[in-house]
């Protein structure tokens, strides 16, 4: 793709990546207009990417589902410089064939499903075609990945759920759900970081705090991290969020 094509928005054939202009100081690098498995993965695997070149005059690197917003210094770099910069990453592989690193942190999360803490596990589950039992092993077999941090300081987007999980929201607003719902829609999880009203249909809780603005790193998950899902029941939930520890009984595995 050329320099002066990738800066031009809706230019790009479908499936390659795309060089956008984001504000003053910014390029978005796009690699699909839906959330499609192969496009999440090759956001993350740039991001690695991008994050281990340490390419000079960056300000901040941002991923989301399938694109990823960098941040350069105008007074340093011309936006056409650092889209040039991008363009020689991008056209080092097929990003859309490429596969993210293992995840070097795996995050072990007690959540506690149905009843109280999940109220919309038996709809959700009938959607998907499944019973709530089976919903809620299918769940915590699948291997989650953060896609994104966003609405929210802190707030994961996990996923991809099967396709049977892909969700359309609530007719209905809810008008609040707690700190710590996991909220399920469009093959994702979500966990709350605060009290919120939500489309998206609770089917667990969790006492893990994805935001601590007090500690040196306010945002425990990052993109790219790994989660797994542990089923604890509603009476250890509410202990563990008596408790007050932010860690919510979570432990973190790292990797060699």
């Not at 690098?29 to 499609?36: D, G, K, N, S, T």
């Not at 941002?62 to 910069?85: G, H, I």
Request: glycine residues 8%.
């Amino acid at each position: 793709m050329m320099l002066e094509e990738a800066l031009r928005p809706g230019t790009a054939q479908a499936h390659s990546p795309q060089i956008l202009p984001a504000g003053g100081d910014g390029l978005l690098v796009r690699f699909a207009l839906v959330a499609e498995p192969r496009a999440i993965a090759a956001a993350q695997s740039f991001h690695q990417r991008v994050t281990e070149s340490d390419l000079a005059d960056l300000r901040e690197v941002v991923p989301s589902l399938v694109s990823v917003l960098l941040r350069f210094d105008p007074e340093a770099v011309t936006r056409a410089e650092m889209a040039e910069r991008l363009e020689t990453l991008l056209s080092e592989d097929d990003w859309l064939s490429v596969a993210p690193h293992p995840a070097q942190r795996v995050w072990h999360l007690p959540v506690a499903f149905g009843g109280e803490h999940g109220p919309d596990l038996e709809e959700a589950a009938k959607l998907a075609g499944l019973s709530p039992q089976a919903a809620i092993d299918e769940i915590t077999a699948t291997p989650l990945s953060v896609l994104a941090i966003g609405f929210a300081p802190g707030q994961p987007y996990l996923g991809l759920l099967p396709e049977h999980w892909n969700l359309a929201r609530r007719s209905e607003l809810n008008p609040r759900v707690p700190k710590g719902a996991l909220c399920v829609a469009v093959r994702q999880l979500v966990l709350f970081a605060n009290a919120s009203p939500t489309g998206w249909h609770q089917i667990a809780r969790t006492a893990f705090d994805v935001f601590r603005p007090d500690q040196t790193d306010p945002v425990p998950l990052h993109a790219g991290d790994e989660v797994r899902l542990a089923p604890v029941s509603g009476t250890e939930m509410d202990a563990l969020l008596k408790a007050g520890d932010p860690m919510g009984g979570a432990r973190c595995e790292v990797r060699s």
